[in-house]
């Protein structure tokens, strides 16, 4: 009891520096774990934007160059894969499904992105989380498009808007294929990867805003209307990457080789799971400089006492 008693006046008669102490550390534990927080977080968001996919395949880079372009919208290509060379790996036996990419294109400064209607039905993140509407549907029309959450969010499109692909990646493009305009057809829901600031449309209409454009800028004295362009052939010629599936993970290694020797043009496949861990070591200084500062910033110590 007598030292209860002396222990309550010595806090009566600092009780100002007790306050602080007090203070300074519920900030400190308060910091440790925002910054635990936002470490395994952010590693968790890296790892949960792609599941399910086992074969990611491009023209010959870097691993995290091909992750990056192709799953999260980073930079650009070094090359496209010719339609020819992607049915040829579609045609082996133990592929199940496979899903082209083509990326090049913009709206507003989001990343427009053309595919196959089954990319909603075959992409996944968070483990096995599938891709849903919050309106409307796939595309199903040449000029249909199907938008992320953000962009919607951004730009305020409600299904059925006008929207303008432009040319190249600028957030301010004065190249627009604006003679093609295409019509909002869906908005996904949020997914929390780069799929809500993408711009998705069929890789035919890709082929469909660039028949009169050559090099970068529309041909000199050639322009197709939207009506004349339906009734052209518009298989790709190219695509920048693809997803693939297999039916046995057993047989990932073995396709990847084969791929990576492909003597019809310079391509690389990479496994996901092992890119995406190759990407979190380049970025984990991040992740030192975070541990530093939990370790940094300890409780003081109670010296008034």
Request: overall charge positive.
């Amino acid at each position: 009891m007598i030292v209860l008693r002396l222990a309550l006046r010595s806090l009566r008669n600092r009780w100002l520096t007790a306050l602080l102490t007090v203070f300074a550390i519920a900030v400190s534990i308060m910091l440790l774990l925002g910054v635990e927080k936002v470490r395994s977080g952010a590693r968790q968001s890296f790892a949960d934007t792609i599941s399910g996919t086992d074969l990611i395949v491009g023209a010959r880079s870097g691993n995290i160059q091909l992750l990056l372009y192709s799953v999260f919208r980073i930079g650009n290509a070094t090359n496209n894969i010719t339609w020819a060379s992607l049915q040829d790996i579609a045609a082996r036996t133990e592929v199940a499904w496979i899903v082209p990419l083509s990326l090049g294109d913009s709206h507003r400064g989001f990343r427009v992105l053309g595919t196959t209607a089954e990319y909603f039905q075959r992409y996944r993140y968070r483990q096995a989380q599938g891709l849903s509407f919050r309106a409307g549907k796939p595309f199903s029309d040449l000029f249909d498009a199907v938008i992320g959450a953000d962009v919607a969010a951004a730009l305020g499109y409600k299904v059925g808007d006008r929207i303008v692909v432009s040319h190249g990646l600028g957030a301010v493009s004065f190249i627009e294929h604006d003679d093609k305009p295409f019509r909002v057809a869906g908005i996904l829901e949020k997914t929390g990867t780069p799929i809500d600031r993408t711009v998705h449309v069929s890789l035919e209409a890709i082929e469909a805003i660039h028949v009169d454009w050559q090099s970068g800028g529309r041909i000199p004295g050639q322009s197709v209307s939207a009506d004349e362009v339906r009734t052209m052939d518009l298989k790709p010629k190219a695509v920048t990457a693809a997803l693939i599936g297999l039916k046995s993970r057993l047989a990932a290694f073995r396709v990847q080789r084969a791929i990576n020797e492909y003597k019809e043009e310079p391509l690389s496949a990479i496994l996901p799971g092992a890119a995406l861990q190759e990407l979190w070591e380049l970025v984990g200084t991040a992740e030192t400089a975070l541990k530093a500062v939990s370790a940094w910033w300890s409780p003081p110590r109670c010296s008034a006492w």
